[in-house]
Every structure is written in structure tokens, then in C-alpha cells.
């Protein structure tokens, strides 16, 4: 995470692994196998030590229901699509939102 005149800016290998940890819940073996690709490189992406091709981010993004935009701008924190959940989930999802600003 790096701060720039009071603007967070949160590297993709950070909303990657907020992701995995946070929204999905799942290990780095599990998540690299919901996606199709290997444990080392699901660790490369959140090492910073390469990026994830278009397919993986499209596919983390439906997974994880937030925008593709959210995961490529560095800028912008994540963008939740909140469509099609139910009042739990959505509670859920408040839930992580706040847990989420206080780091």
C-alpha cells in the first residue's frame, strides 16, 4: 500500500491477496486451484513478481463479485457489485467493507 497526498493507492498484488484471504477464504493452494493455475503463481502475484493475465483478473473479479476496474486502477479501492445476494451476504459484505477500511 502506498500513500500519496492523503490518496491510499493499493497495489493489485494486495487486492489479490485481500481476495483470497478475506472474500474467499481459501489458502493459496485452493485459490490457485479455483483458477486454474498453479501455487507458485498465485505467490508470484502477490509478490509483486508478475501479473495475472486479463482471464485470471476476469476470473477473480467473478469470483470475488467486485468489478474488474476495482482490481486494475490503482487508485480505487474495491467496487462491489452487489447484485443478485441476499440480505446476509450483503451483510457479510458490509462487514468485510468495514474491516477492510480499518487496515
Same mark, same amino acid.
Given at each position: 500500500m502506498v500513500q500519496k497526498e492523503g490518496v491510499v493507492f $493499493?497495489?493489485? %498484488?494486495?487486492? #489479490?491477496?485481500? $481476495?483470497?484471504? @478475506? #472474500?474467499?477464504?481459501? @489458502?493459496? %493452494?485452493?485459490?490457485?486451484?479455483?483458477?486454474?493455475? @498453479?501455487?507458485?503463481?498465485? %505467490?508470484?502475484?502477490?509478490?509483486?513478481?508478475?501479473n495475472p493475465s486479463l482471464n485470471n483478473i476476469v476470473n477473480m473479479s467473478i469470483l470475488s463479485n467486485i468489478s474488474i476496474d476495482s482490481f486494475v486502477k490503482g487508485n480505487q479501492s474495491f467496487e462491489l457489485i452487489c447484485r443478485d445476494i441476499s440480505r446476509e451476504q450483503y451483510d457479510i459484505l458490509n462487514q468485510v467493507i468495514k474491516e477492510y477500511k480499518k487496515r
Open positions: $493499493v497495489t493489485l %498484488s494486495e487486492k #489479490i491477496q485481500f $481476495v483470497r484471504k @478475506n #472474500i474467499l477464504k481459501l @489458502n493459496v %493452494s485452493d485459490f490457485a486451484e479455483l483458477l486454474g493455475v @498453479n501455487r507458485r503463481t498465485v %505467490s508470484a502475484w502477490e509478490h509483486e513478481e508478475m
